[in-house]
């Protein structure tokens, strides 16, 4: 479904609705993220694919469908490269995700506060 600001996306399995995400472009500014991370460019902004939605049904937790989301988010991100400016997939989570799940199994990076939401980043390229 696409309304020219997002797309929302299913994940099925056997014709059953299993989970969703919803994709749109956008930006991270260098200040959300570790200092060798950023590229050697002179925005303060790189444009980004945001992840801004992701839900996998209870029953099918656990089972690597969000690792398979974020890899199918980083190689659509990767060949909407090659059409338009995207260096990043980015996503705005909690600390406690971002400490537990997206770091240690979808290699995403962030910068570390005492926020309770923050953004989180992987290279695309």
């Not at 694919?49 to 199918?72: A, E, K, P, T």
């Not at 406690?96 to 997206?102: G, K, S």
């Amino acid at each position: 479904i696409e309304n020219r600001v997002s797309t929302i996306y299913s994940v099925r399995y056997d014709n059953n609705l299993i989970g969703y995400f919803t994709l749109s472009m956008s930006n991270i500014g260098k200040k959300e993220m570790l200092g060798d991370d950023t590229l050697n460019v002179q925005f303060h902004d790189y444009p980004s694919l945001l992840l801004g939605q992701i839900g996998v049904d209870i029953n099918h937790r656990m089972g690597g469908i969000g690792q398979r989301i974020c890899s199918y988010c980083r190689g659509l991100g990767q060949v909407l490269n090659e059409k338009a400016a995207c260096a990043f997939l980015i996503l705005r989570t909690t600390t406690d995700l971002a400490r537990n799940y997206y770091e240690p199994k979808c290699h995403f990076r962030w910068k570390p506060s005492n926020k309770k939401v923050v953004w989180m980043y992987r290279k695309l390229f």
